[in-house]
């Protein structure tokens, strides 16, 4: 009988021990996972975060270089106060499609940034939307941005 449970001791200390490596594997796999998942989710909130950076950018160049140029000739003060306060509320909304025909050098490389995961942004719905703001001087306004360029579909 002594010898069954010398024999049965290191059966149930190489099984303790198979056991024990076989959970180290488990939980490691899991730690890279989770690394792994938490590393992507970070650089898609970095690529949103530059490509809102950007939007906004080239919708404020948009709205004091061209469009608020192009309201401001020819018009009084008085005009184009009424004129701008149409869009206050609604803002002046400039898809990425027309920031790239009428962006500036430095904006236009910017514009071929705007990808994710291997695809376009949507150059319709992707865009920058500018409320002029009280008094509706040229830099008096805010910038909104609207992404379209799959961020969602990745969650």
């Known amino acids: 009988m002594k010898e069954e449970k010398e024999n ?12 024990v490596i076989i959970l180290v594997v488990v939980l490691a796999l899991i730690v890279l996972a ?15 975060e ?6 906004k950018e080239m ?11 192009q309201l401001d000739e ?21 898809s990425l ?3 790239s025909r009428t962006a ?7 514009i071929k940034d705007f990808t994710y995961d291997g695809s376009e942004c949507n150059r319709d719905n992707t865009k920058a ?13 805010r910038v909104e941005t609207e992404l379209d360029c799959g961020f969602e579909d990745k969650k």
């Open 97 to 99: 499609d027309t920031l």
């Open 34 to 48: 989770v690394l792994f998942v938490a590393n992507n989710g970070d650089q898609t909130s970095k690529k949103k």
């Open 129 to 141: 939307i500018v409320f002029p703001q009280p008094p509706f001087g040229m830099n008096d306004y």
């Open 104 to 110: 500036s050098d430095k904006n236009k490389e910017r």
């Open 8 to 19: 049965s001791t290191p059966r149930k200390s190489s099984r303790r021990i198979h056991i």
């Open 50 to 55: 530059q490509l809102t950076t950007y939007l």
């Open 59 to 69: 919708g404020s160049e948009f709205y004091t270089e061209s469009f608020y140029k």
């Open 74 to 94: 020819g018009r009084s003060k008085e005009e184009l106060f009424e004129l701008l306060k149409k869009y206050e509320d609604i803002g002046v909304k400039v």
